[in-house]
């Protein structure tokens, strides 16, 4: 058990859906991650979030939409998404602020996402 | 050059064997290293923090050669339970401070 939750871990929408993915760390951390994990690809950074505050959106299309109400949740808003888009979405978090040397990051489970 | 470039798996090896990875960096200003391991179809799971001249936990042993820019992951003793994908991971520097860069992954498969 890391402390890292995420729901749904599976979901499958079509393109003109609407959907959220929800992360929710219970270690007290200071900073969440979105992070995108397609087949046979390295993880790529999506955004992060130090504090609450938006500190990094790593040219992530604007259908992609975080949302950070406080230290402990962390939401994606998906909204007409491309097939292309589907893939493992991994929440993280790390105890130091980000941006900070030796930031250890766990992750939460997933959420597998098909997109039709 | 990529960022962080690992070997190319998959790693096939017998239990008992004794398996290296290797891991180079292109940013010689990093600070922080990693290795991740990832089951199939799992979240990555942080298997060892790389420090100074490198550590070692049991049957794994971590080396860092700052002037080389690589990083090597040493698995003695291997078991069935080993089998999965193990990721270099690189505390990127930039003008806003860190963020982890990940490799693609080396895959290990041991067998009986």
């Known amino acids: 058990e890391t402390g890292v939750t995420q729901t749904p871990r599976h979901l499958v929408m079509g393109m003109t859906n609407k959907k959220s993915l929800k992360c929710e760390q219970h270690?007290?951390?200071?900073?969440m991650y979105w992070y995108k994990q397609s087949a046979k690809k390295p993880l790529e950074l999506m955004f992060v979030y130090s504090l609450e505050e938006r500190v990094e959106n790593n040219s992530v299309p604007s259908r992609f939409s975080p949302e950070c109400p406080n230290s402990s949740h962390l939401f994606l808003h998906l909204h007409t998404l491309q097939p292309e888009d589907s893939a493992l979405y991994l929440c993280?978090?790390?105890?130091?602020?980000?941006?900070?040397?030796?930031?250890?990051?766990?992750f939460g489970p997933g959420t597998r996402l098909t997109v039709l | 050059r990529k960022e962080v470039e690992q070997d190319p798996g998959p790693f096939n090896v017998p239990e008992g064997a004794t398996v290296a990875f290797n891991c180079t960096y292109s940013n010689s200003a990093s600070q922080s290293f990693f290795w991740y391991r990832q089951d199939c179809r799992k979240e990555p799971k942080l298997l060892m923090s790389v420090y100074s001249s490198g550590n070692e936990d049991g049957r794994f042993t971590a080396q860092l050669n700052r002037a080389s820019q690589y990083i090597s992951l040493l698995i003695r003793d291997s078991k069935l339970s080993d089998s999965a994908t193990y990721l270099c991971v690189v505390n990127g520097v930039d003008n806003q401070g860190g963020k982890l860069i990940f490799g693609q992954g080396t895959e290990l498969s041991v067998k009986p």
């Open positions: 270690l007290g951390h200071n900073a």
């Open positions: 993280a978090s790390s105890p130091g602020l980000a941006g900070t040397f030796y930031n250890e990051q766990f």
